[in-house]
């Protein structure tokens, strides 16, 4: 009977994830070297290949596909695992790994953290800030023992519990001419630039959803990979946005910018929180959930 290394096999999801040696290594903490006969080592253990050479390029055997979700499925109980005997310990620690996409993460969650910090000062928390699918694809991999996201885009692997409502709302430079003209038509915006988010973007997803409904077909002239980004190109002039409105509270204060009611035209999106369904939530993890939804 082959027995397989638990860290063997949280390895080879990294490379499985990667198909790069080398930055596969980066993230396990290891060698490039160490790497490579780990998965020699694994593959003669299970006397198949797990990976094949494509030119230049690494990619899974049909082995190493079959193996993947096995591999992540005995890294997410060994991990629940853990967390159980951790809890013998009461909140008196433990490792919180979570997951947010880009305006949960870089507007809420950091307050939610605080919060939870002063609650239960020994436990250390990891906040990794990302786009919604890969948010949602990192929990299923359980690299995040649960993640906030501004849309669900996974299938049926995941739980999806609500959060909170974002508004995204439509921001103009202050001397623009639309700042001076509120609210306005929809049809007002069809000779505007726009500075969309990157594809893969929650935020992208529902104003493109809501501007097709709307048969608003805008030239897009620049995209951005986070809502920082976004408002320095808006307060530049390269164009006007839609933007989480919890993304611009000081902008809006020190009146950079300007907020624009469009009529017809509102566009809200559901934040969430979600985790693996056959993930085992610590309780700091359910603590932690609780403080995110009272204290929104």
Same mark, same amino acid.
């Given at each position: 009977?082959?027995?397989? *290394?638990?860290?063997?096999? @949280?390895?080879?999801?990294?490379?499985?994830?990667?198909?790069?040696?080398?930055?596969?290594?980066?993230?396990?903490?290891?060698? @490039?070297?160490?790497?490579?006969?780990?998965?020699?080592?694994?593959?003669?253990?299970?006397?198949?290949?797990?990976?094949?050479?494509?030119?230049?390029?690494?990619?899974?055997?049909?082995?190493? +596909?079959?193996?993947? =979700?096995?591999?992540?499925?005995?890294?997410?109980?060994?991990? *629940?695992?853990? +967390?159980?005997?951790?809890?013998?310990?009461?909140?008196?620690?433990?490792?919180?790994?979570?997951?947010?996409?880009?305006?949960?993460?870089?507007?809420?969650? =950091?307050?939610?953290?605080?919060?939870?910090?002063? +609650?239960?000062?020994?436990?250390?928390?990891?906040?990794?800030?990302?786009?919604?699918?890969?948010?949602?694809?990192?929990?299923?991999?359980?690299?995040?023992?649960?993640?906030?996201?501004?849309?669900?885009?996974?299938?049926?692997?995941?739980?999806?519990?609500?959060?909170?409502?974002?508004?995204?709302?439509?921001?103009? =430079?202050?001397?623009?001419?639309?700042?001076?003209?509120?609210?306005?038509?929809?049809?007002?915006?069809?000779?505007?630039?726009?500075?969309?988010?990157?594809?893969?973007?929650?935020?992208?997803?529902?104003?493109?959803?809501?501007?097709?409904?709307?048969?608003?077909?805008?030239?897009?002239?620049?995209?951005?990979?986070?809502?920082?980004?976004?408002?320095?190109?808006?307060?530049?002039?390269?164009?006007?946005?839609?933007?989480?409105?919890?993304?611009?509270?000081?902008?809006?204060?020190?009146?950079?910018?300007?907020?624009?009611?469009?009529?017809?035209?509102?566009?809200?999106?559901?934040?969430?929180?979600?985790?693996?369904? *056959?993930?085992?939530?610590?309780?700091?993890?359910?603590?932690?959930?609780?403080?995110?939804?009272?204290?929104?």
């Amino acid at each position: 009977m082959t027995v397989m *290394d638990v860290r063997d096999l @949280q390895v080879f999801l990294s490379v499985a994830k990667h198909l790069n040696y080398t930055r596969a290594a980066e993230e396990v903490n290891l060698s @490039q070297p160490s790497v490579s006969v780990r998965m020699r080592e694994l593959e003669r253990d299970l006397g198949t290949r797990l990976f094949e050479q494509l030119g230049k390029k690494i990619a899974l055997t049909e082995a190493g +596909q079959l193996l993947a =979700p096995h591999a992540t499925r005995i890294i997410a109980a060994m991990s *629940d695992a853990r +967390q159980a005997i951790d809890e013998l310990q009461g909140l008196e620690r433990g490792l919180l790994r979570i997951g947010a996409s880009t305006t949960p993460g870089m507007y809420l969650i =950091p307050r939610t953290v605080a919060h939870f910090k002063r +609650q239960y000062p020994k436990i250390e928390v990891h906040l990794a800030v990302q786009d919604t699918r890969q948010i949602e694809d990192g929990v299923i991999r359980n690299e995040f023992d649960f993640g906030f996201v501004g849309g669900h885009l996974a299938g049926d692997e995941v739980e999806v519990l609500p959060w909170m409502t974002d508004h995204l709302v439509l921001v103009v =430079p202050s001397n623009h001419v639309l700042a001076r003209e509120r609210p306005v038509n929809v049809a007002d915006l069809r000779k505007e630039r726009f500075i969309l988010r990157e594809s893969g973007s929650a935020t992208r997803a529902a104003v493109v959803s809501h501007l097709q409904k709307s048969d608003l077909d805008v030239e897009t002239v620049m995209e951005m990979e986070n809502p920082e980004s976004v408002k320095k190109a808006v307060q530049s002039g390269l164009g006007i946005a839609f933007i989480s409105k919890f993304a611009v509270e000081t902008e809006l204060k020190a009146k950079t910018l300007v907020v624009v009611r469009v009529r017809g035209l509102d566009i809200r999106r559901e934040l969430k929180i979600v985790y693996r369904k *056959d993930k085992h939530l610590s309780r700091a993890a359910q603590a932690f959930i609780e403080i995110a939804r009272n204290n929104k």
